[in-house]
């Protein structure tokens, strides 16, 4: 079946280092995939989308492409803020009616 | 365009009883999904209501159940609540085709002691 998988959390760096959160997918046909962002207390924040192979996201700093070879979806910035402290989510939809389907989320922390 | 509404943002409840959360969709989007969040389970998909019909269901117990109604809000009600069902019931909304964009409410944290 459809699945989701994200490095294991929590992930600590300092203020202004570079952020990798990794996310691979195992779908068949052609899902589009999202990065969601979830801050203490809060609900989920949509933070970027690809639709189809190649494809890039962005939003805030942060890119993820859409690799159908590697089935990958890895989340990056390039230089983190105390204020990307959060649980980043990354999810598929496929043709399934409205059903997205989440990696067990990652936690960054960064430190000033 | 404000965004997707739940209530109540709170519930604490007893075991055995029955909670009943609400969702109000973004204007215009017709489709509803919910999702449960736990710390053991992470975020899974519950069902997802578009023009007041289901369209597709998680693997939950007939416990959870759900409707929406002609205005697109929705609702889901939980009977017979056992202390595992104490976890954060988010819902989402998107215009309605399958693959498009959901964007979430701020959830509704319910309590089963």
């Known amino acids: 079946g459809n699945s989701v998988t994200q490095m294991e959390g929590p992930v600590t760096l300092s203020e202004e280092a570079f952020l990798t959160i990794n996310c691979t997918y195992t779908?068949?046909?052609?899902?589009?995939l999202f990065w969601y962002v979830q801050y203490p207390g809060e609900g989920l924040q949509l933070l970027l989308k690809a639709t189809k192979a190649d494809d890039k996201g962005s939003n805030k700093g942060f890119e993820a492409t859409y690799r159908k070879e590697t089935t990958s979806f890895h989340l990056e910035k390039g230089s983190v803020q105390v204020s990307d402290s959060a649980v980043y989510f990354c999810a598929l939809i496929y043709n399934q009616g409205g059903k997205l389907i989440f990696g067990q989320g990652t936690e960054l922390s960064v430190k000033p | 365009k404000a965004g997707v509404t739940q209530t109540p943002r709170y519930l604490i409840k007893t075991r055995g009883q029955q909670v009943t959360l609400s969702c109000s969709p973004i204007?215009?989007?017709?489709?509803v999904s919910w999702y449960q969040q736990t710390p053991g389970q992470g975020l899974q998909f519950l069902f997802e209501y578009f023009s007041e019909t289901q369209r597709n269901k998680g693997n939950f117990p007939g416990r959870f159940s759900g409707r929406q109604f002609s205005n697109s809000r929705s609702e889901m009600n939980v009977s017979t609540l056992e202390l595992g069902d104490s976890a954060l019931y988010l819902c989402?909304?998107?215009?309605?085709?399958?693959?498009?964009?959901?964007?979430f409410g701020p959830g509704t944290r319910l309590t089963v002691l």
């Open positions: 989402a909304s998107s215009l309605g085709l399958p693959t498009d964009t959901q964007y």
């Open positions: 204007s215009g989007h017709r489709s």
């Open positions: 779908a068949t046909g052609y899902p589009s």
